[in-house]
């Protein structure tokens, strides 16, 4: 998956080297690497990659980092720059004769560990209230005359189908999601059970034909039409526009204790201007009791980690644990860096 490097100059106050004290001269692209640890190599911050990645022009496609790749730490206007000073085999152009062919922008090396995302971007999907969802299609029949059905299978629903387009999700409510502060409701989580391809619509009976299931599709299962964000694999880890505070609200996965690449919600979402690629602080939120007096004391705030946003909604977010300093819990609070 080609990942594009956002070249952005440093502006603004006196500098500040962003290289860790520690950090290699060179560095060989390894196959399985991500930007986001190669960054964490070089760098004290690694969302500033794109701050101090400089393309190198005699480098053929020099925003693409493949495997095998010598990343070089450079000086340029006496700051510190990162580039490519020599391609490996993976990112070479090929000579065959008599033609030359290029080796695709796929085999470069993603930002983050897409396999660990992929499925809740494709499987998973917030809606606002129950009642959103439940507003939508309903399936409750099958031509096999069965309770459940799967791939191949042909369905019927009822509800407002004439607005159906024919590129459908088949989705189940799930759990509710709510604000661990306030209560109140953020979304409820949609499962997508199946793909479906809508065939006619006649007297008001909806006729559809199962393409891919991931589970058994069910009487009272949702027809909504299919999410073009789940395709999105290109991310751009960087700091939010303006500054946030926040929650994490529950974990994707239903596991009490987070670690590195499991997904979190957090109870911050597009309202309050988060996107994708969005990077978050995660902080212990911790209170114990005073033996000696009884009081419930909140601790001070320690790092715990580090979050980037991969599918913000309206109210929440969906966000990946870069990096995990500790076990990182259900109610953590969360800051920009």
């Known amino acids: 998956m080609g990942v594009l490097l956002l070249c952005l100059s440093m502006t603004g106050m006196a500098y500040e080297s962003p290289i860790k004290a520690d950090s290699p001269q060179d560095y060989v692209v390894q196959k399985g690497d991500t930007l986001w640890e190669i960054s964490n190599r070089f760098l004290k911050s690694p969302w500033l990659w794109p ?82 969802i439940e507003r939508a299609p309903y399936v409750f029949a099958s031509r096999q005359e069965r309770i459940i059905t799967g791939a191949g299978d042909k369905i019927y629903a009822r509800g407002r189908v004439d607005s159906l387009s024919k590129d459908l999700t088949i989705y189940r409510s799930g759990d509710a999601v709510l604000d661990p502060d306030t209560g109140e409701l953020l979304g409820v989580i949609g499962h997508n059970i199946a793909s479906a391809d809508l065939m006619k619509v ?114 929440v977010s969906y966000g990946i644990v870069l990096t995990a300093f500790e076990e990182i819990s259900v109610g953590d609070v969360i800051k920009s860096p």
């Open 51 to 132: 701050e101090i990645w400089h393309a190198n022009q005699q480098i053929h496609n020099p925003h693409l980092i493949f495997p095998g790749d010598m990343i070089s730490m450079v000086y340029i206007d006496g700051k510190p720059r990162l580039t490519v000073i020599r391609r490996g085999e993976s990112g070479r152009t090929i000579k065959l004769s008599p033609k030359v062919r290029r080796l695709p922008s796929e085999s470069a090396i993603p930002a983050i560990p897409l396999g660990m995302i992929n499925s809740f971007l494709n499987d998973s999907r917030m809606f606002t209230s129950k009642q959103d």
């Open 202 to 315: 006649e007297d008001g009976i909806a006729s559809l034909r199962v393409k891919k299931s991931n589970s058994e599709v069910r009487p009272g299962d949702r027809l909504i039409a299919s999410d073009a964000f789940s395709q999105v694999t290109t991310f751009f880890p960087r700091a939010p526009d303006a500054p946030i505070t926040g929650k994490i609200a529950s974990a994707l996965e239903s596991i009490k204790k987070v670690g590195q690449y499991n997904t979190v919600i957090l109870n911050v979402g597009e309202r309050e201007g988060l996107k994708q690629g969005d990077i978050l602080v995660v902080y212990k939120n911790v209170k114990v009791k005073d033996q000696m007096t009884g009081e419930m004391i909140q601790l001070p705030l320690e790092r715990a980690g580090i979050v980037m946003v991969y599918r913000p909604f309206e109210k």
